[in-house]
Every structure is written in structure tokens, then in C-alpha cells.
């Protein structure tokens, strides 16, 4: 609109000059005075002019930076997930570090009390009788069975009692999960937690049978080995994951509403966790805020 006014007051002065020259009614000089005056009205149309094309790269500036905005929070919710991923290795390898610092704590607690029986039951070999075929002598060990010796045969130990120890089911259901068999690692996990209510590991047993339902993009089923753990072991120290789990089981399914409860409830119940990082993460990516 400047620049239209300009132009028509430059052709308005110019058409009045002509007329004044031709009329003989002006001199030279306030011939120049016009030709002054209409170089600076030449001047503020160029003025005007470049300031129209500032609004138009101010608005394309605006656009891009509109755009580049969309990209970071895409690239703010991608980084959220991958944030999540590394969370999830992380507890992953801490618990395998627990779990064998378990083992070892109980291997040596085994071999103390072996040592101990054998050091209490030992007796003198100069007035011991001979041993029978395939009996061990008093407080030795038994002989490692040959390949392809068959179950009871002489020198051939048989475990004490016949069944698995707690230690044992737990560590071949880790294994299982380690190894991506993850229906076998589950079934080991879910009897752990019924064959072993009240042990350290019988939480820990629920969460990982509730991770291999996740490893099979089974969330329904997850969230109802969650909610088992919830009820069982109120206090566990798993607590802080399952939730966190239960709330990204509910986005795989599309329930955002019932999502945004459990990450929610984790920034609130546990602020200082990493659990609590990870829930922010996944609130900001879905547009809300931690309350």
C-alpha cells in the first residue's frame, strides 16, 4: 500500500512539474527543487519496497523455523524411546549382575560347607577297611561318571534329594531369556514364583516373566503378570520397572489414557529414579506434562 502511494505522488509531482515548465509559470531553480524533491520520494519507494520483501522473508523464516521445530520434537520423542531402550539394557545387565553375584555368594557357601563335612567325616586311612566296587570311600568325592555311563551305575553320584534348587531354576530361566527363548525363560520364571513364594528372587521372577511377554509383543498378557506383582510384593524393589513397563505395555496397545496413570504414578512415587527420567521422556513425547 506504501509503495502504491509513492508511486502515484511520483507521478502526481512529475505530471504537475511538466505542466508548471510548459505553463512558463516556474524558474529553473524551482524546476531543480522539484527534481530534488522527487529523488528522495524516489528514495522512500525503495525504502518502502525493501521493507515489504523484510516481511517476507520474515515470514519464511517463521516457516522454517516452524518446520525445524516439528523435526526436534520428532527427533525429542525418538530420543525418548531410545532413552528407554538403554534403560531397559541397563536393568537387563543389572540384574544378570545380581543374579551372579548370587550364584557366586552361594558356590562358595557350598563349598565351604562341603569342605566342612568332608573335614568332620574324614577317616584314617591306615585303619579303614577297603571300599566295596563303586562305593566312595568316607569323605572323598565320587568320580566324574565316563561318557556314556548310564544313570546309577557304579561310581556315578546321584544329586541329593532329586529335584532343582531355587538357584538353579532361576539361573536357567535367565539363561533362557539371555538366549532369546523367551517362552521357556518365562515358564521358568512363573514356576520359580510359584514353587518359591518368599525367596529375595521371587518378585524379581515375576518382573522377568512379565518381560518376556513384552519381548513377544504381548502387552495384554504383561500387564497381568504386572498387576500380579503389584499384589503380591507390594514393597518389591521391581516396583519402580513394572510400572513403568505396564505404562509402555498400555501404549502398544493404543491406551494412551491408562499409559499417561502409570507414568504418572512412577514421576510421582519414585522422583529420583531412573524409571522416573525415562516416564518424563515418554510424557513429553505424548504432549503432557508430569504432575
Not at 45 to 72: C, I, M
Not at 210 to 235: H, T
Not at 276 to 287: E, F, I, P, V, Y
Amino acid at each position: 500500500m506504501n509503495g502504491e502511494r509513492a508511486s502515484r505522488a511520483i507521478r502526481f509531482v512529475a505530471a504537475a512539474g511538466f505542466l508548471a515548465a510548459a505553463a512558463g509559470c516556474v524558474s529553473s531553480s524551482d524546476i531543480d527543487g522539484l527534481h530534488k524533491h522527487l529523488s528522495t520520494v524516489e528514495k522512500e519507494v525503495d525504502v518502502v519496497a525493501k521493507q515489504s520483501s523484510s516481511k517476507d522473508e520474515v515470514a519464511k523464516l517463521s516457516e522454517r523455523l516452524a518446520k525445524q521445530a516439528e523435526t526436534l520434537l520428532r527427533s525429542n520423542a525418538d530420543l525418548g524411546t531410545k532413552f528407554d531402550d538403554l534403560t531397559r539394557e541397563m536393568q537387563a545387565l543389572a540384574g544378570k549382575l545380581e543374579d551372579a553375584n548370587r550364584r557366586l555368594t552361594q558356590l562358595s557357601q557350598q563349598i565351604a560347607e562341603s569342605q566342612a563335612r568332608a573335614g568332620s567325616s574324614a577317616v584314617p586311612t591306615t585303619s579303614s577297611v577297603a571300599p566295596g566296587p563303586g562305593v566312595a570311600p568316607t569323605g572323598a568325592v565320587a568320580a566324574v561318571p565316563a561318557a556314556g555311563a548310564a544313570p546309577g551305575a557304579p561310581g556315578v553320584a546321584a544329586p541329593r534329594g532329586g529335584g532343582i534348587t531355587p538357584a538353579d531354576l532361576f539361573a536357567q530361566a535367565t539363561a533362557d531369556y539371555q538366549r532369546g527363548r523367551y517362552d521357556l525363560a518365562r515358564q521358568g520364571f512363573e514356576d520359580y514364583a510359584e514353587k518359591f513364594p518368599r525367596t529375595d528372587l521371587s518378585d524379581d521372577a515375576l518382573y522377568w516373566a512379565g518381560e518376556c511377554w513384552m519381548a513377544q509383543k504381548k502387552a495384554r498378557e504383561a500387564i497381568a503378570v504386572f498387576d500380579k506383582l503389584f499384589r503380591s510384593y507390594p514393597q518389591s524393589d521391581k516396583a519402580p520397572a513394572a510400572h513403568l513397563k505396564k505404562g509402555i505395555a498400555h501404549l502398544e496397545l493404543g491406551e494412551k489414557a491408562q499409559a499417561m496413570v502409570e507414568l504418572n504414578f512412577v514421576v510421582n512415587q519414585y522422583p529420583g529414579s531412573d524409571e522416573a527420567k525415562s516416564a518424563r521422556q515418554r510424557l513429553k513425547s505424548l504432549g503432557g506434562d508430569s504432575r
